[in-house]
């Protein structure tokens, strides 16, 4: 599976999404600098890693989905290339119109750091596969702007269509119908809040994340 | 060069969007014995400094494109 992840200035959890793609397909992503306007050919799968791209200046994710490499990793999406976004990887896809809604601060104001426990929503996808719909997992989120929001008629039309991935089992930051991951309608683009990325091995406490990976290596590869 | 035009781009969060921002702000002034506050929204406000001439459509264009997120959010110019 050849994997690319992107690098904005104020990326932080590049290089764990980088060694947890390693770790699973056994090769190195190519990592990608924000400056870049061509991405390399023939990939199977790109991450937007968290962090606080741009500072989180504007909104979170505004500057990162207008810049040049954005603009590439948009044109991959169209063609069916599979896009993980992860917590600022969310919503940098979001601002760039490639998931509908918004990421807004947390009905809290406080930023969350701990692990959560998650609903699969749906195990269609290529990236949710090797998990069964309803399963409880767990896996930690960090962040200050998570909570989701759109439209009735886009929140009843993603729910309608199986395009929730993921549901916070317990109060977390007010997201709109506990929504923590939602897929687009090709269900190519997957974009979710907690990071799967940071639960690879046993020694992190847990593997719930490494199915997601392994899921997509075995679509992809 | 011309000289510069100050507009103004004025960001709110849409009516019916939930603002914790501005409920804390709520809150925080009735704490300090202020009752009369039946709301607070928080917004932003973008001073741009632009060629003299400059049309609306133009601002228009860099609010919808990246000043705003239309999805949950309003904006309103003053230009001069």
């Known amino acids: 599976m050849r994997c690319a992840v992107i690098v904005f200035p104020g990326s932080n959890c590049d290089r764990d999404l980088a060694d947890a793609i390693a770790k699973v397909t056994g090769r190195a992503p190519a990592m990608i600098w924000h400056r870049e306007t061509e991405l390399p050919a023939n ?37 069916g290339r599979a896009v993980l976004g992860i917590c600022n990887g969310f919503q940098v896809l979001t601002e760039a119109g490639l998931l509908p809604g918004a990421l807004m601060r947390n009905a809290g104001l406080n930023f969350v750091c701990r692990d959560v426990r998650l609903s699969v929503a749906n195990s269609q996808s290529i990236f949710t596969s090797l998990y069964a719909t309803g399963e409880e997992i767990r896996i930690p989120v960090a962040h200050h702007d998570g909570n989701y929001t759109a439209d009735a008629a886009t929140l ?4 309608g269509e199986g395009r929730v991935a993921f549901r916070y089992a317990e109060a977390v930051n007010g997201s709109a119908r506990d929504i923590a991951g939602i897929l687009n309608d090709e269900g190519n683009v997957l974009g979710m809040m907690p990071h799967p990325e940071r639960l690879i091995e046993a020694e992190q406490g847990g593997t719930d994340g490494r199915r997601m990976f392994e899921a997509a290596m075995m679509a992809l590869a | 060069m011309a000289a510069p035009m100050i507009v103004k781009v004025t960001v709110t969060l849409k009516n019916g969007v939930l603002d914790p921002q501005g409920r804390a702000i709520e809150a925080a002034l009735k704490g300090l014995g202020f009752d009369g506050v039946a709301g607070a ?4 406000l973008i ?4 060629a003299d001439g400059t049309s609306r459509e133009t601002i228009e264009n860099m609010a919808k494109q990246l000043l705003a997120n239309t999805v949950i959010e309003n904006f309103r110019i003053e230009m001069p």
């Not at chain 1, 799968?45 to 989905?65: E, N, Q, T």
């Not at chain 1, 009843?156 to 729910?159: I, K, M």
């Open chain 1, 156 to 159: 009843d039309r993603l729910e």
């Open chain 2, 47 to 50: 001073e741009l400094e632009v």
């Open chain 1, 43 to 79: 990939l199977d799968f790109i991450g937007v890693p968290g962090g606080f791209s741009y500072g989180d200046y504007l909104r979170s994710g505004a500057m990162a989905a207008r810049s040049p490499v954005m603009q590439a990793v948009v044109k991959a999406a169209g063609e």
């Open chain 2, 41 to 44: 929204r928080v917004g932003k």
